[in-house]
């Protein structure tokens, strides 16, 4: 299959050659079809599939630039929103078309004069509800709609949000629903406000014969001086840490380049601007290890990861597999290795469990070196005496 037998527009077919584009991905052969002939979609893939794409091509084939928003896309992050922005500029050499996108931690100015020529707007549930109480964005004329990342955004409790927004589109519109996995919140979100949807689902997660998986039984109090050792060991060309919370994110961040390794954390904890000069590092090579709560597992375009380090155990099954499925891509093969506490062991099972078709094997643990670890290491100092009342020193002072 290529892209020319999807009946591409010329000039686009041009566009994703020079961007080295050379054949459709799975979920772009079965959805930009479906997309072409006007029907709701439901399209159920892994993270790094090329469903971006799958989506921006038939939009930009079909919005008329200068006739108000044509399409939204609605996704959970922002890092999401700039990823899918990027992608869309790159189809404006084929239409001149004005693209925003919309999110918080940015102020709202600059956003409400964009939104005035907008021709397709991404962003993230609250800076769209945002504008709709200011009035400053008009959905009249919205004729395709894009629910990105739907579980992430239930997970994030994000699900009624969306629900509001659709409502507010109009009941023409053409609605593709994309999630990795359909809950029930998301199943009936599709009966709710779909017509007739196409249902698309292509290949969830990585190919067994390309990843490797390993787990490693440790105490807690050596769980970082093993991670140091595996990271100098494996020398990763590029290492994803996943971490449970920000605080250990960031404890370990910081731990990690006191030990002299090139390092950075992201998580939701962060300003914008230091998340988005993160990820430009990241895309640019400037980072070897890039340590993260689950925000950065799903979703996030980052290439060329050739490991992943389980520091915690995730909660959900689900998050596991996303987690793993950032590597072993392309037809490149990659390592995941689990960091396993005494009580991260029921939990592990569990994922095992629901998961019949992971191989894990035991690794073997070899001598390493003890080091230490600060596990307030990152954390700001709270200014307690700005936070309690003044308290006097010394004795009361005896009332007559």
Same mark, same amino acid.
């Given at each position: 299959?290529?892209?020319e037998?999807?009946g591409?527009?010329? @000039?686009?077919?041009?566009?994703?050659?020079k961007?080295?584009?050379e054949?459709?991905?799975?979920i772009q052969?079965?959805c =930009?079809?479906?997309?072409?002939?006007?029907?709701?979609?439901?399209?159920?893939s892994?993270?790094g599939?090329?469903?971006?794409?799958?989506?921006?091509?038939?939009i930009?084939e079909?919005?008329e630039?200068?006739?108000?928003?044509? &399409? /939204?896309?609605?996704?959970p992050?922002?890092?999401l929103a700039n990823?899918?922005?990027?992608?869309?500029?790159?189809?404006?050499?084929?239409?001149?078309?004005? =693209?925003?996108?919309?999110?918080?931690?940015?102020?709202l100015?600059?956003? =409400?004069?964009?939104?005035? %020529?907008a021709?397709?707007?991404?962003?993230?549930?609250?800076?769209? /509800? +945002?504008?709709? %109480?200011?009035?400053?964005?008009n959905?009249a004329?919205v004729?395709?709609?894009?629910? +990105?990342?739907?579980d992430?955004?239930l997970d994030?409790?994000?699900?009624?949000?969306?629900?509001?927004?659709?409502?507010l589109?109009?009941?023409?519109?053409q609605?593709?629903?994309? #999630?990795?996995?359909i809950?029930?919140?998301?199943?009936r979100?599709?009966?709710r406000?779909?017509k007739?949807?196409v249902?698309?689902?292509?290949?969830?997660y990585v190919?067994?014969?390309?990843?490797?998986?390993?787990?490693?039984?440790v105490?807690d *109090?050596?769980?970082? #001086?093993l991670?140091?050792?595996?990271?100098?060991?494996? *020398?990763?060309?590029?290492a994803m840490?996943f971490?449970?919370?920000?605080?250990t &994110?960031?404890?370990?961040?910081k731990?990690l380049?006191?030990?002299?390794?090139?390092?950075?954390?992201?998580?939701?904890?962060l300003?914008?601007?230091k998340?988005?000069?993160?990820?430009h590092?990241?895309h640019?090579? *400037?980072i070897?290890?890039?340590?993260?709560?689950?925000?950065? #597992?799903r979703g996030l375009?980052?290439? $060329?990861?050739?490991?992943?380090?389980?520091?915690?155990?995730?909660?959900?099954?689900?998050?596991y597999?996303?987690?793993?499925?950032r590597?072993?891509?392309?037809?490149?093969? $990659?390592?995941?290795?689990?960091?396993?506490a005494?009580?991260?062991?029921q939990?592990?099972?569990?994922?095992?469990?629901l998961?019949? $078709?992971?191989?894990?094997q035991?690794?073997?643990?070899?001598?390493?070196?003890?080091?230490?670890?600060?596990?307030?290491?990152?954390?700001?100092?709270?200014d307690?005496? @700005?936070?309690?009342?003044?308290q006097?020193?010394?004795?009361?002072?005896?009332?007559?």
């Open positions: 299959m290529t892209f037998k999807l591409i527009d010329k @000039s686009i077919l041009e566009v994703l050659r961007a080295g584009f054949k459709p991905t799975p052969k079965e =930009i079809p479906a997309v072409k002939k006007g029907l709701d979609v439901i399209a159920q892994e993270t599939s090329g469903k971006t794409l799958a989506f921006a091509i038939p930009m079909g919005i630039p200068g006739k108000g928003i044509q &399409a /939204l896309v609605v996704t992050t922002r890092e990823q899918i922005y990027r992608e869309f500029l790159k189809l404006t050499v084929y239409k001149m078309a004005m =693209i925003r996108a919309i999110y918080g931690g940015t102020p100015e600059p956003q =409400i004069m964009g939104l005035r %020529n021709d397709v707007v991404i962003a993230t549930p609250g800076r769209v /509800l +945002d504008h709709v %109480n200011r009035r400053t964005i959905f004329h004729r395709f709609l894009v629910i +990105d990342e739907a992430r955004m994030m409790g994000f699900i009624d949000d969306v629900e509001r927004i659709i409502n589109t109009p009941r023409t519109r609605t593709m629903l994309f #999630s990795a996995t809950p029930d919140p998301v199943f979100i599709s009966k406000y779909m007739n949807p249902r698309i689902s292509t290949q969830r190919r067994a014969d390309l990843l490797n998986q390993f787990y490693y039984d105490m *109090n050596e769980k970082f #001086s991670l140091v050792h595996l990271i100098k060991k494996e *020398n990763p060309k590029l840490i971490c449970g919370r920000r605080t &994110a960031d404890a370990v961040y731990n380049v006191s030990n002299g390794v090139n390092a950075k954390v992201i998580h939701g904890g300003e914008q601007e998340r988005e000069r993160i990820m590092e990241m640019a090579g *400037n070897n290890v890039l340590v993260a709560t689950d925000v950065a #597992s375009d980052i290439k $060329g990861v050739t490991h992943i380090f389980n520091y915690d155990v995730p909660d959900k099954s689900d998050d597999t996303h987690r793993i499925g590597t072993a891509r392309a037809g490149k093969s $990659g390592k995941a290795i689990t960091l396993l005494p009580a991260d062991h939990n592990f099972r569990r994922i095992l469990q998961n019949p $078709g992971l191989s894990v035991k690794g073997q643990k070899e001598q390493f070196a003890k080091v230490p670890f600060d596990p307030h290491a990152g954390r700001e100092r709270r307690f005496h @700005s936070r309690r009342p003044m006097r020193r010394g004795p009361p002072r005896r009332r007559w």
